[in-house]
């Protein structure tokens, strides 16, 4: 993708959604991180099922750990890695409570020092919890900023990096957000709905499908 292609490409994507927002379901800066744990190689509807009954009875880092490890797992069972999830999320949980008051930290290193929390993770909570403009490259991500040209990368970090360089400020805050929604709903991964794409003029993805 062309430089002078990259702000035509997001003024596209802003008009269409003015204020993206992630597709988790959550009340609080914890509630947030619960979500994006449990949310690794599981579906974000899938996640929301769980945690709504999950967070009725534990929404605070001290009711998860009183609700203890087999009680989260009887709640998350239907998600993927659900036992060593619940494992990370009670140790989690220890640590926010005992170096943190009970609070989510909001600084990277923080965040990725507590069990089960990755770059991608910790990426999330800082753009969605605090703001910041960072790039949570999940599969959708690495598909689009590779298939676009917007950001080739050979792994997650690399597209990353190549994000933060290329998108304009104006758009960086948002950015995750409309590359996610374009990678879930219209850029699939088997065949991409060219013909619906509202970018597709500024796309590098040669063989374009008709419908």
């Known amino acids: 993708m062309k430089a002078t292609d990259i702000e035509p490409f997001f003024a596209t994507l802003k008009a269409a959604n003015p204020q993206p927002l992630t597709e988790l379901e959550y009340s609080s800066v914890f509630e947030l991180l ?18 709504r009954r999950l967070f009725v009875v534990a929404p605070t880092p001290r009711q998860m750990l009183a609700l203890g490890e087999e009680g989260v797992v009887e709640h998350i069972r239907t998600i993927g890695l659900f036992r060593s999830k619940a494992r990370h999320l009670m140790q989690t949980c220890r640590m926010l409570v005992e170096q943190h008051g009970g609070n989510v930290p909001g600084t990277r ?3 990725q020092a507590l069990p089960g929390v990755g770059r991608k993770t910790a990426n999330v909570v800082l753009n969605v919890a605090f703001g910041e403009p960072t790039m949570a490259v ?8 590779n298939r676009t040209g917007l950001a080739p ?21 948002d950015a995750h957000h409309w590359l996610i929604l374009l990678g879930r709903y219209v850029c699939q991964a088997r065949k991409p709905l060219c013909a619906q794409c509202l970018v597709a003029r500024w796309c590098d993805f040669e063989p374009k499908t008709a419908a």
């Open 109 to 111: 290193e923080a965040l």
């Open 34 to 51: 619960v979500a994006v744990l449990l949310s690794a190689q599981a579906t974000d509807v899938g996640v929301n099922k769980a945690t």
């Open 138 to 145: 999940d599969t959708h991500i690495f598909r689009v900023a």
């Open 153 to 173: 990368g050979k792994d997650p970090l690399a597209v990353e990096q190549g994000l933060m360089q290329r998108v304009p400020a104006a758009y960086a805050v």
